[in-house]
T-cell receptor
Framework: SQQGEEDPQALSIQEGENATMNCSYKTSINNLQWYRQNSGRGLVHLILIRSNEREKHSGRLRVTLDTSKKSSSLLITASRAADTASYFCATDRKAAGNKLTFGGGTRVLVKP | DTEVTQTPKHLVMGMTNKKSLKCEQHMGHRAMYWYKQKAKKPPELMFVYSYEKLSINESVPSRFSPECPNSSLLNLHLHALQPEDSALYLC?????????????FGQGTRLTVV
C-alpha cells in the first residue's frame, strides 16, 4: 500500500516558472525523500529531509516537511525543460521496518 | 563510482523461459533492493537484502527468485512468468538497511513477457 499520496498528479508549466508539488502520508516517519524519474528509467535521489527538520535546500530545490500535518512539499524554482520528469516522494518508516514506500508521483511537464 | 548497473536493459521472454536480471554496485553498500514498476505507477518493493541475507520478501510469487552471491551483486531469477509480470524492474542499493540514507537506483530492466 502507498504511504505517500502526491498532488497534483500532473503539472504543466512554462520554462522559468516555479513548480510545486505536495506529498501527504499517514504514519510517523524517519525521513522523507524525493526522487526524480525521467521517461520510465531509473530514479535519481534529489533530497532527504529527516523528521526533525522543517526545510532543506539543494540548488533550485526547496523541500519542506510538516510532521504535524504529515505533509511535505517540493518546490522547483526557475524550471527548465530538463526538469520534465515524474517526481516521487518516498517515506522511510521505522514501523514498516525502514522500508522505503513511494507515493503515486507527480508528472511535471516544463514547456520551453 | 556511484552507479548501480543493471543488465540487460530490455528483455523479452516467453512464459516458459528462464531468465535472470543482474544488478551490480561498487559503492560498498550493504543493502540491495528489487522494485517492480508498472507504467505510470510508483515503484513497489519486492525484496530487500541486508548484508547478503534476504531481509524482506513482500509476498512476491515464487516465480521470482532473488539471489545475492556477494555484497556487490544481486540477481533476480525469472521462471514461468505471466504477461502481467511485464514491467520495469529496478535495482537499488543503500549504505545499510534501516540507516537514514538515500537509495541509489539502476536504470532498470524493461521486461516484456509474451
Amino acid at each position: 500500500s502507498q504511504q505517500g499520496e502526491e498532488d497534483p498528479q500532473a503539472l504543466s508549466i512554462q520554462e522559468g516558472e516555479n513548480a510545486t508539488m505536495n506529498c501527504s502520508y499517514k504514519t510517523s516517519i524517519n525521513n522523507l525523500q524525493w526522487y526524480r524519474q525521467n521517461s520510465g528509467r531509473g530514479l535519481v535521489h534529489l533530497i532527504l529531509i529527516r523528521s526533525n527538520e522543517r526545510e532543506k535546500h539543494s540548488g533550485r530545490l526547496r523541500v519542506t516537511l510538516d510532521t504535524s500535518k504529515k505533509s511535505s512539499s517540493l518546490l522547483i524554482t526557475a524550471s527548465r525543460a530538463a526538469d520534465t520528469a515524474s517526481y516521487f516522494c518516498a517515506t522511510d518508516r521505522k514501523a514498516a521496518g525502514n522500508k522505503l514506500t513511494f507515493g503515486g508521483g507527480t508528472r511535471v511537464l516544463v514547456k520551453p | 563510482d556511484t552507479e548501480v548497473t543493471q543488465t540487460p536493459k530490455h528483455l523479452v521472454m516467453g512464459m516458459t523461459n528462464k531468465k535472470s536480471l543482474k544488478c551490480e554496485q561498487h559503492m560498498g553498500h550493504r543493502a540491495m533492493y528489487w522494485y517492480k514498476q508498472k507504467a505510470k505507477k510508483p515503484p513497489e518493493l519486492m525484496f530487500v537484502y541486508s548484508y547478503e541475507k534476504l531481509s524482506i520478501n513482500e509476498s512476491v510469487p515464487s516465480r521470482f527468485s532473488p539471489e545475492c552471491p556477494n555484497s556487490s551483486l544481486l540477481n533476480l531469477h525469472l521462471h514461468a512468468l505471466q504477461p502481467e509480470d511485464s514491467a520495469l524492474y529496478l535495482c537499488a542499493s543503500s549504505r545499510g538497511y534501516g540507516e537514514d540514507t538515500e537509495a541509489f537506483f539502476g536504470q532498470g530492466t524493461r521486461l516484456t513477457v509474451v
